[in-house]
């Protein structure tokens, strides 16, 4: 069975060559940052896949493991523009969310979210 770091780094890597949203999903999480104030009301999904592919990027973006009733998820944040983002991969590389936290501190050490390291660490 291939371990969890190499999923994680497989999801990311595929994540930066095309981002891949769940089918009808892209729109709605589209207009959820726009309703949030995360994105300006006339950014496109080209505008928010290119946050995600510059978060996916920063090689000093922290490394998560995310779990949901048991289920892994790659988490990676790190700041653009100025605010903290958050990007969510199931570890098949399939979008599952991101957005902007506002109190990354508090809401990263909560029990579900497991540090991994920096993202140049993990992809070696």
């Known amino acids: 069975m291939i371990d969890l770091r190499t999923q994680m780094v497989t999801a990311i890597q595929s994540t930066k060559l095309q981002v891949r949203w769940r089918p009808g999903s892209a729109a709605r999480h589209l207009l959820k940052r726009k309703l949030r ?4 009301n006339e950014a496109t999904l080209s505008d928010y ?4 592919r510059t978060i996916l990027e920063d090689a000093q973006a ?3 493991v995310y779990r949901h009733n048991d289920v892994p998820y790659v988490v990676v944040t790190t700041i653009v523009q100025s605010r903290h983002w958050l ?6 590389g399939l979008m599952e969310s991101a957005y902007v936290v506002e109190n990354p501190g508090s809401y990263l050490s909560k029990p579900v979210f497991e540090m991994v390291g920096l993202l140049n660490e993990v992809l070696g």
């Open 37 to 40: 104030g995360h994105l300006p």
């Open 49 to 52: 896949e290119q946050i995600i």
């Open 62 to 64: 922290k490394i998560y």
């Open 87 to 92: 990007v969510m991969l199931a570890l098949d």
